[in-house]
């Protein structure tokens, strides 16, 4: 790219700034003589004169100008009540696009001529096509650096519902199978003994309820793992199920479902996506029960213009949102962690996600995700 220090010589100028534009704002790219304050200025396009060359494509000759912004008018090197002349050509990028201006000043006693413009708009096209490569080159790096980080929150998502399976199933199924073994182990002795019937009925006894509890909570872990209804019958459906099975924790759980929601084309979501929000709506859950001390939780899915609204709402205890996204090593650890992956897997399906929550108040976790 042609350097403000080679564009200054060339026209015989005091300086020049090179700008690049992301679309909304103008930031220096190059300027010459260097500033300090050269990194602190910032043009709105559309505002003052470099601003508008941005936002039309149109180049401006000034005999005299005096920009209004000091940090403008401190590259310029000029004083509050000194001008300046002033030429800005827009530097072109591709596809009609203004990649940012190339601004050069001088004494007002000498102004920039038609003849100047004329042969500063080759070079500054040069410079477009510079700014436009490298505006494409940091986007690249930022998608890359955005998908590396993705790529590690989903990782961690995945890692921690193992642990959280891992300890279900520890908690769960091992602790009853353990007790439901020392249960057969009393039961047989009795037999063996002949001695007690009646307690070896006891022990048995005993010992079906363990398998019935393991049962139901090996049946838990494969749904945490997978949905079935998910697959089966959609969305809607599988929210309903989960609902019902939350429903036998003694806490009231509702699921309101507009028209327009179960109208809408839910079930032709790509199935990644439909699997979020069912993990979403699952996480929400589980945290609400475990840590809210709710009467009532609502987990609710509605349309809203081109957008699927998914929320769960409880009248627990709620906590300081802030204070929670400042550390998980409170004494809100867990929950946080769940609404850290809930975050995540918001991320990774292009949702937004919004938590209100205040002490005594409740929480309500709303996830909003557009949709054709």
Do not use: K
């Amino acid at each position: 790219m042609t350097s403000a220090a080679e564009l200054t010589d060339m026209l015989d100028a005091d300086g020049a700034v090179v700008l690049t534009s992301d679309g909304q704002e103008l930031t220096v790219a190059d300027c010459h003589p260097p500033h300090p304050a050269a990194a602190r200025l910032r043009i709105g396009v559309g505002f003052g004169v470099t601003g508008r060359v941005a936002r039309t494509g149109v180049p401006a000759l000034l005999a005299e100008d005096s920009p209004r912004n000091p940090h403008h008018r401190r590259v310029l090197g000029i004083a509050e009540d000194q001008t300046v002349a002033r030429v800005c050509v827009p530097a072109p990028g591709v596809h009609g696009v203004v990649a940012g201006v190339v601004a050069l000043h001088r004494d007002p006693g000498r102004p920039f001529t038609q003849e100047e413009l004329a042969l500063l708009t080759p070079y500054a096209a040069r410079v477009g096509l510079a700014l436009h490569a490298e505006r494409l080159w940091q986007d690249v790096h930022d998608h890359r650096s955005e998908r590396d980080r993705l790529i590690e929150q989903a990782i961690s998502a995945q890692e921690a519902e193992r642990r959280r399976i891992a300890f279900d199933l520890h908690d769960g199924v091992t602790t009853a199978l353990a007790s439901m073994s020392f249960h057969l182990s009393a039961a047989g002795m009795s037999i063996a003994e002949g001695s007690d019937h009646g307690r070896a009925q006891e022990e048995l006894a005993a010992a079906r309820r363990l398998a019935d509890v393991a049962y139901d909570a090996t049946r838990a872990a494969i749904s945490g793992l997978h949905s079935l209804v998910l697959d089966d019958l959609g969305l809607v459906a599988a929210l309903e199920s989960l609902t019902q099975g939350a429903n036998r924790s003694g806490v009231r759980v509702d699921l309101l479902v507009d028209g327009d929601a179960a109208e809408t084309r839910l079930d032709d979501l790509p199935d990644h996506v439909a699997a979020a929000l069912y993990r979403v709506a699952q996480e929400a859950l589980a945290n609400a029960l475990r840590h809210a001390e709710a009467d009532r939780i609502v987990l609710s899915l509605r349309r809203v213009g081109t957008s699927v609204v998914l929320g769960c709402s409880d009248d627990g205890v709620g906590f300081d949102v802030d204070a929670r996204r400042a550390g998980r090593s409170d004494e809100f650890g867990a929950q946080h962690f769940g609404l850290s992956s809930i975050a995540e897997r918001c991320a990774l399906i292009g949702a937004s996600l919004r938590v209100e929550s205040m002490p005594g108040r409740g929480t309500t976790v709303l996830v909003e995700l557009p949709v054709a």
